[in-house]
């Protein structure tokens, strides 16, 4: 060989090489990473290639599977008593469409607002009998239509109770445009919560999930444009929104 090796071999090679081989690299490359890693790195998609981060896609429907369901009630006082028990009724029959099973399939809560917003009961429950017991319990209080705070309760209590790595949905159930006085409408603070919740999702144990927001209309205010256009506005995907004219029909739709 050219020059003699750091180190004896331990056999004469049959011939020499006809030139010296390159030198070995300064450093050790660094160590492969584990594979697979059990979570992504970033809890959002990053920002690129897109120039902003995208909303999230939405999740399939899922009736069998594993859901954190909020329900966002409307009580307000154009309703009715008489309308709300239809309301209630509606609701039921929807959970009853969910398969419950402890932490392995569906879990449900509820808000119910009007002026202000209030818990129907205390987190999610994975118990069937309870959430429909709790729906067909609610009294009717009447008030103004503060779709706004509803939605923003509803989505807390998803952060404060929801499970992690578990899709996260919102039913808003409305009969009327978001209104906090006689002539005073919110329309646009119920689109900045909504459109805050659909970016961003909500944090459970560090990790951000996606939330996706179904809006109900019941009622002949349906036929309202600015109504609709709050539920069109309101909702994650236009499929997502629900209408029917009268309140005995909302168990067809739900």
Known sequence: TAFPTAYPTGAPTAFPTATPTPQPTSLPTARPTPFPTRFPSTAFPTAFPTNVPTTFPTPAP???????????????????????????????EMVDAFTFNGESNAKVGGVKFSTGTVKVFEGLSSDKAEVRRKIDQMSYDGGWTYTHSGLSVAAQELEDHGREGVAKVIVVVTDGECKTGKNDHCDADVQKKAAEIKTSGVVVNGRRHPVTIISVGLGKAVNDAALTRELEEMASDERDVLIAERFEDFNTIA
Not at 67 to 85: E, H, P, R, V, Y
């Open 62 to 92: 899922v009736c069998q599977g594993t859901l954190d369901l909020m329900l966002a009630i409307d009580q307000s006082g154009s309703i009715k008593a008489n309308n709300f028990d239809m309301m209630k009724k509606g609701l039921v």
